[in-house]
């Protein structure tokens, strides 16, 4: 029998041997054109179901976000339009909630396969740009942006934009680049779908039009088919969709205009310069990350020294100048005009509004050409990502229970609006004996009554002039309605009038809740309510 001695020295060497494998693996994988597709689809099915598991323990102690309960209901009923938004996002979520329960950790796994599907599509668009490892690099810097990981969890039409406009810019790139007439229609209908997403893709459908204009070799695409069957195929696709406008008398610009219209310069400045620090503040995360992966010392040497290895003189064979140049513009047309677009009609400028806009940051940063990216690098910022992704997991519980224990009276992020669907259920199935067919009260507050109760009732929103079209008063008197008022909310005394004027019959109850999450008591919230039976 014999014994193998093995030396600290040669473990460390084994152990560095090994790393130097993986890093090899990782480089050729996303090199080959064969496993590079493999690599990237794993890599976005492991990002979604990691940081699902992360959301599912993060919001532990909270109820769904409305905009979620929002989406569900408009999927209970498939429209074209659903008074504020156009109806893609209502469409994928009914037909996803047909196929997985209704439950939190459902809604979080769809954001994030939202976001992986966004990944793999952002990817096919950097190998039109960049070579494949330049184009593998670019993903894993976008799964480390705050937005496709823990700032994405909640699923709405921004979210869905993060799919829709990488499909737009695809297209634009195959159009621009073929100049055929089936690439037109790719484009045309690659449009429509991102107008059915949000009207707010308008900025970036202008700025394909603007890169469209400004590129070189716009003459050569302006004179192919491909733009003007693209104009043609997107006016027809939208056309059930502009009929639905009509009928409803444009209501969603009437809720872009009644929201969003803002009086005061100094708010609007105020807000367009929150805007500007948020997302950048955002996009400073991954930007630090890739800089740590690429510019790390070899060998420890002095960060000046390694940093100097990232650049290089020349072009880059990596890089396809021509279609670098589109993305550069398509990207700095979507940064500067929707603050400068604020500033000058004094709109109300959301935080929210740059989710969908920056996808384009990373590879417009890869694509510069002196720019070196060596093939250790995409093991470095792929054993960032895991790191960072695990380490979140692993905080996720204490993370949720420092925050309920810190704000134990935030009522808006803590109310038990899930416990309440259940008792309201439960009451009126004791009454009647039916099922609940339309919830009256806020978006905050009747959106998630329909998400968590077992009968899924109809939202309606007392006075709201962009109603989604789910139910109408008329209905709700017919089928009968529980009316909700949230005795914490500023609207509390319009809210009262509403249920007193319509519901003069309705049996009046109090109901109190309260959400205790590992021991950690969260806010006490009086519900007023009003119970109208139906009609006889």
């Given at each position: 029998?014999?014994?193998?001695?093995?030396?600290?020295?040669?473990?460390?060497?084994?152990?560095?041997?090994?790393?130097?494998?993986?890093?090899?693996?990782?480089?050729?994988?996303?090199?080959?054109?064969?496993?590079?597709?493999?690599?990237?689809?794993?890599?976005?099915?492991?990002?979604?179901?990691?940081?699902?598991?992360?959301?599912?323990?993060?919001?532990?102690?909270?109820?769904?976000?409305?905009?979620?309960?929002?989406?569900?209901?408009?999927?209970?009923?498939?429209?074209?339009?659903?008074?504020?938004?156009?109806?893609?996002?209502?469409?994928?979520?009914?037909?996803?909630?047909?196929?997985?329960?209704?439950?939190?950790?459902?809604?979080?796994?769809?954001?994030?396969?939202?976001?992986?599907?966004?990944?793999?599509?952002?990817?096919?668009?950097?190998?039109?740009?960049?070579?494949?490892?330049?184009?593998?690099?670019?993903?894993?810097?976008?799964?480390?942006?705050?937005?496709?990981?823990?700032?994405?969890?909640?699923?709405?039409?921004?979210?869905?934009?993060?799919?829709?406009l990488?499909?737009?810019?695809?297209?634009?790139?195959?159009?621009?680049?073929?100049?055929?007439?089936?690439?037109?229609?790719?484009l045309?209908?690659?449009?429509?779908?991102?107008?059915?997403?949000?009207?707010?893709?308008?900025?970036?459908?202008?700025?394909?039009?603007?890169?469209?204009?400004?590129?070189?070799?716009?003459?050569?695409?302006?004179?192919?088919?491909?733009?003007?069957?693209?104009?043609?195929?997107l006016?027809?696709?939208?056309?059930?969709?502009?009929?639905?406008?009509?009928?409803?008398?444009?209501?969603?610009?009437?809720?872009?205009?009644?929201?969003?219209?803002?009086?005061?310069r100094?708010?609007?400045?105020?807000?367009?310069?929150?805007?500007?620090?948020?997302?950048?503040g955002?996009?400073?995360?991954?930007?630090?990350?890739?800089?740590?992966?690429?510019?790390?010392?070899?060998?420890?040497?002095?960060?000046?020294?390694?940093?100097?290895?990232?650049?290089?003189?020349?072009?880059?064979?990596?890089?396809?100048?021509?279609r670098?140049?589109?993305?550069?513009?398509?990207?700095?047309?979507?940064?500067?005009?929707?603050?400068?677009?604020?500033?000058?009609?004094?709109?109300?400028?959301?935080?929210?509004?740059?989710?969908?806009?920056?996808?384009?940051?990373?590879?417009?940063?890869?694509?510069?050409?002196?720019?070196?990216?060596?093939?250790?690098?995409?093991?470095?910022?792929?054993?960032?990502?895991?790191?960072?992704?695990?380490?979140?997991?692993?905080?996720?519980?204490?993370?949720?229970?420092?925050?309920?224990?810190?704000n134990?009276?935030?009522?808006?992020?803590?109310?038990?609006?899930?416990?309440?669907?259940?008792?309201?259920?439960?009451?009126?199935?004791?009454?009647?004996?039916t099922?609940?067919?339309?919830?009256?009260g806020?978006?905050?507050?009747?959106?998630?009554?329909?998400?968590?109760?077992?009968?899924?009732?109809?939202?309606?929103?007392?006075?709201?002039?962009?109603?989604?079209?789910?139910?109408s008063?008329?209905e709700?008197?017919?089928?009968?309605?529980i009316?909700?008022?949230?005795?914490?909310?500023?609207?509390?005394?319009?809210?009262?009038?509403?249920?007193?004027?319509?519901?003069p019959?309705?049996e009046?109850?109090?109901?109190?809740?309260?959400?205790?999450?590992?021991g950690f008591?969260?806010?006490?919230?009086?519900?007023?309510?009003w119970?109208?039976?139906?009609?006889?």
């Amino acid at each position: 029998m014999s014994t193998a001695l093995f030396s600290p020295a040669k473990s460390r060497m084994r152990r560095r041997f090994t790393v130097r494998r993986l890093a090899a693996w990782v480089a050729a994988s996303a090199a080959n054109p064969k496993t590079a597709p493999w690599l990237v689809t794993g890599f976005a099915a492991a990002h979604a179901v990691l940081w699902t598991l992360v959301l599912c323990n993060l919001k532990a102690a909270q109820d769904v976000h409305m905009d979620v309960a929002e989406a569900f209901a408009w999927g209970q009923k498939f429209q074209f339009g659903y008074g504020k938004h156009p109806p893609l996002a209502g469409w994928i979520a009914g037909l996803w909630f047909r196929l997985f329960p209704v439950a939190d950790w459902s809604t979080y796994l769809l954001a994030m396969t939202t976001l992986g599907c966004g990944l793999v599509v952002c990817w096919r668009i950097a190998l039109r740009v960049v070579d494949r490892r330049r184009a593998f690099f670019s993903v894993v810097m976008l799964a480390l942006y705050p937005i496709f990981n823990f700032k994405g969890f909640k699923y709405n039409p921004d979210l869905l934009q993060l799919v829709t406009l990488p499909l737009l810019v695809l297209a634009y790139l195959d159009a621009f680049e073929k100049r055929s007439a089936r690439a037109g229609l790719w484009l045309g209908l690659a449009g429509a779908l991102a107008l059915m997403t949000k009207y707010w893709v308008l900025t970036m459908i202008g700025a394909v039009g603007l890169a469209a204009l400004l590129h070189p070799d716009r003459l050569n695409f302006l004179r192919s088919p491909a733009p003007w069957v693209a104009i043609a195929t997107l006016a027809i696709a939208m056309i059930p969709h502009l009929l639905w406008l009509r009928e409803v008398d444009f209501v969603p610009l009437t809720y872009a205009g009644d929201v969003y219209g803002l009086e005061s310069r100094a708010q609007n400045f105020q807000l367009v310069l929150g805007y500007i620090a948020h997302n950048l503040g955002l996009l400073a995360v991954p930007g630090l990350l890739a800089a740590l992966a690429l510019c790390w010392p070899a060998r420890w040497r002095m960060p000046p020294a390694s940093a100097t290895r990232v650049w290089s003189r020349g072009a880059h064979p990596g890089v396809n100048l021509p279609r670098a140049i589109n993305v550069w513009i398509i990207q700095i047309i979507v940064a500067l005009g929707p603050p400068l677009g604020a500033l000058i009609f004094t709109v109300y400028m959301k935080t929210d509004w740059g989710i969908s806009l920056f996808f384009l940051v990373p590879l417009t940063l890869l694509a510069i050409p002196a720019l070196r990216v060596r093939k250790i690098a995409l093991f470095r910022i792929a054993a960032i990502w895991l790191v960072v992704t695990l380490a979140v997991l692993a905080a996720s519980p204490l993370i949720a229970e420092h925050e309920i224990e810190r704000n134990p009276n935030a009522s808006s992020t803590y109310a038990l609006k899930s416990g309440l669907a259940r008792e309201l259920t439960e009451a009126w199935h004791a009454r009647f004996n039916t099922r609940w067919a339309v919830v009256a009260g806020t978006t905050e507050i009747g959106e998630p009554v329909t998400f968590y109760s077992p009968d899924h009732p109809a939202p309606f929103t007392p006075g709201e002039v962009w109603s989604s079209g789910l139910t109408s008063l008329e209905e709700a008197k017919r089928l009968g309605f529980i009316g909700i008022c949230d005795t914490t909310d500023y609207r509390l005394a319009v809210c009262e009038a509403w249920m007193n004027e319509n519901a003069p019959q309705a049996e009046r109850l109090t109901m109190t809740t309260q959400r205790f999450f590992h021991g950690f008591p969260g806010p006490r919230t009086p519900w007023k309510i009003w119970i109208a039976p139906p009609a006889k």
